[in-house]
């Protein structure tokens, strides 16, 4: 893990540093999120801004995909794709995957939820689907993890009318992002503790925004970046 320093110095902000996106509405959260590609937006890349924050490996890569059925009665339908669930479900550990659900924060998909899974209407008339991940280890390249996923795709039975198929690109995870909090805190003071002494002795900094919720954006193919939308003023002692 190493600190991440994007743009020139910032001497003195009135406004905080813009996240990519609002920030998240959940705060300490200890589980698997989601970090969504579009996250890594030219705004927090921007030389306009000054953003202090980590960089560091994702610990995970998700594949969206969808398990649907055209069947022509509807009932047929869900139970084709609950057996095409129940396979992959017993298919997962030994491939080196997990099936995983939400929209924000990941719960692992097992034999005792998965038919809490709500169905939705496919894209064609008389389809049904279920939408959700499979998700892979990054240990290594994001190749690596990608295959396990395809290979893992490719492996699970049909059922009646019922298929599995991709439903977008990978997207990487973190696991309980607040837990770096402290060490993006340290970062930034030392960055505002710099800055201020550029000034001589008798310059300080005054720091805000450190109570504000992390923030974390897609920085690369296998990396995230986190930080929080600080703000800090150089003044005279």
């Known amino acids: 893990m190493r600190a991440y320093l994007i743009g020139a110095a910032l001497l003195a902000a009135t406004t905080p540093v813009h ?4 920030a998240q509405d959940n705060s300490n959260i200890e589980g ?8 890594a937006s030219a705004d927090y890349l921007s030389d306009e801004q000054t953003v202090v924050g980590l960089r560091r490996t ?3 890569a998700i594949q969206p995909v969808q398990f649907t059925s055209d069947s022509r009665d509807e009932d047929m ?3 084709e794709i609950h057996a095409m669930l129940e396979a992959a479900i017993g298919r997962a550990s030994a ?3 997990d099936l995983v659900t939400g929209e924000f924060e990941l719960t692992r998909l097992t034999l005792a939820n998965y038919k809490d899974l ?33 290979s893992f795709i490719k492996a699970v039975p049909p059922n ?5 198929e991709k439903n977008g690109e990978i997207t990487l995870t973190i696991i309980n992002p607040d837990q770096y909090r402290p060490e993006i805190v340290k970062l930034v003071a030392a960055e505002a503790l710099k800055t201020a002494g550029a000034f001589g002795p008798d310059y300080g900094v005054e720091v805000a925004g450190l109570n504000e919720q992390l923030i974390w954006a897609q920085a690369s193919a296998t990396e995230v970046f986190l930080y929080i939308p600080y703000r800090f003023s150089v003044r005279p002692k």
Request: net charge positive; aromatic share 4%.
């Open 19 to 22: 996240a990519p996106v609002h």
């Open 32 to 39: 698997e999120v989601v970090v969504t590609a579009q996250r």
């Open 58 to 60: 994702a610990d995970s």
């Open 77 to 79: 339908r869900k139970r």
């Open 95 to 97: 491939a080196g995957v």
């Open 118 to 150: 709500v169905f939705g209407r496919g894209s064609r008339p008389d389809t049904s689907e279920i939408e959700l991940y499979v998700k892979a280890s990054l240990a290594g390249s994001v190749g690596s993890a990608q295959g396990r996923i395809d």
């Open 160 to 164: 009646g009318r019922a298929l599995l």
